[in-house]
């Protein structure tokens, strides 16, 4: 079935390291959107990406979308303890409308 | 502050009871959905409606039933659940065009316990 594989699954950093995740697809991806969901919150949208090789940037927050739109990552750069949350991928398969959900990268950030 | 708005928040059943979710966009939104989410699974989608027409049941137990009386408001109806079913329910709208979805907008959740 459509799935899309996310990791890692949890990481702890120390406040101002560098934080990554990535979202993996089988097959082709239209596009691809990343939530933030915050401890007792819940998901909200950061962004979407469409275009293969694109790269979009929000402040300290980076987002690729793999040439092959099988993949895309997000990366956090100096990470503060706001970044805590759980991190998800969304991915629409080509050709269906369902969007599929990652399994979500937990953020652990100590000051 | 969500433009998604959902009730109650906190939820806790007997097996044998019968309770309701509710869930209201004031975004002007033509889709809403439910997403069931539970400790360490993606979020699992289980109805879409789209202007108020029901286009995806992702094989959701018939003890779930969903009712969409307009493109504002979404009910999921809860009935003979099982302690399995415990979990966080988010409801979520976006607006959509043909094949393409926009971002949803999540509720804050509906936390449900049953025992």
């Known amino acids: 079935g459509q799935q899309v594989m996310q990791i890692p699954q949890y990481q702890h950093v120390q406040e101002g390291e560098d934080f990554t995740t990535y979202c993996n697809s089988s097959?082709?991806?239209?596009?691809i959107q990343w939530y933030k969901q915050r401890p007792g919150g819940h998901p909200v949208f950061l962004i979407q990406?469409?275009?293969?090789?694109e790269v979009k940037k929000q402040k300290r927050l980076t987002f690729q979308f793999g040439e092959a739109k099988k993949n895309s990552s997000l990366h956090i750069t100096a990470t503060q303890t706001t970044d805590v949350g759980t991190y998800f991928c969304a991915g629409r398969h080509t050709g269906f409308q369902k969007l599929v959900f990652g399994t979500g990268t937990r953020l652990l950030v100590s000051p | 502050e969500t433009g998604v708005t959902q009730t109650p928040r906190h939820l806790v059943m007997g097996m044998t009871n019968k309770k309701s979710l509710k869930c209201e966009q004031h975004?002007?939104?033509?889709?809403m959905y439910w997403y069931k989410q539970s400790a360490k699974k993606p979020l699992e989608l289980m109805f879409v409606y789209s202007l108020e027409e029901r286009v995806e049941n992702n094989s959701v137990p018939s003890r779930f039933s969903p009712e969409c009386p307009n493109s504002s408001h979404l009910f999921l109806h809860l009935h003979t659940l099982q302690p399995e079913d415990s979990a966080l329910y988010l409801c979520?709208?976006?607006?959509?065009?043909?094949?393409?979805?926009?971002?949803?907008?999540f509720g804050e959740g509906s936390r449900l316990t049953v025992l």
């Open positions: 097959t082709t991806l239209s596009n």
């Open positions: 990406l469409v275009k293969s090789g």
């Open positions: 979520a709208s976006s607006q959509s065009q043909g094949l393409s979805t926009g971002e949803l907008f």
């Open positions: 975004l002007g939104h033509n889709a």
